[in-house]
């Protein structure tokens, strides 16, 4: 049977990583949850004190960066490493989600993690996801999905999971987050986020999660049998 790349794409709190992951253990292919990488360059730059309008700093903190994901055997799920130490939720806090998208927009960041994602994918049977996969890391992947929701849907979302990790932030604090965040992924002028030309649209406002699991899983078996 043969492998391919599923690029997921889409906003914020819309169901990208926890879809991708479910997707990934049925099909039983790699997940690459590409926004982890994202924060786990934004916490090491808040941990070092990076200035992120100094690109000296940048560059020389990003050739002291190295992020893998470990399975744990707990959770049945992979964690984020940093350098070797286990930052899964450290990584999923709000100072860096405030930060994290400012980071996502610096060039040498976004080129030191494409260049990795593209080499985790050369033996296809990935489900990635994040801003840029369908448009930039994979342009030729062959299915693209790209998820959005209703704003309200997605800050409850996203207040949940932080409730989850002993987070209480308040649901405006949480759309404005959302809000910002949009404003600088879209906005950005090295590979924004946008859905790309081929891509398949997914609204999760008023699915269940075991429902668009099964859409995608769905598409891609109609690619993978497809002639």
Known sequence: ???????????????????AKNVANILKYNYIDTGAMYRAVTLYF????????????????LKEIEIEFRHNPKTQKSDTFLNGINVEQEIRQMVVSDKVSEVSAISSVRRFLVAQQQKMGRKKGIVMDGRDIGTVVFPDAELKIFMTAEMITRAKRRQDELLEKGEMIDLEDIIENLKKRDMIDTSRQDSPLKQAEDAFVIDTTNITFEEQVEIIVEMIGSKIYES
Request: charged share 15%; with cysteine.
């Open 46 to 61: 808040l941990q070092n004190f990076v200035s992120l309008t100094n690109p000296i700093e940048i560059e020389n903190a």
């Open 1 to 19: 049977m043969k492998k391919i790349i599923v690029a997921i794409d889409g906003y914020s709190a819309c169901g990208k990583s926890s879809t």
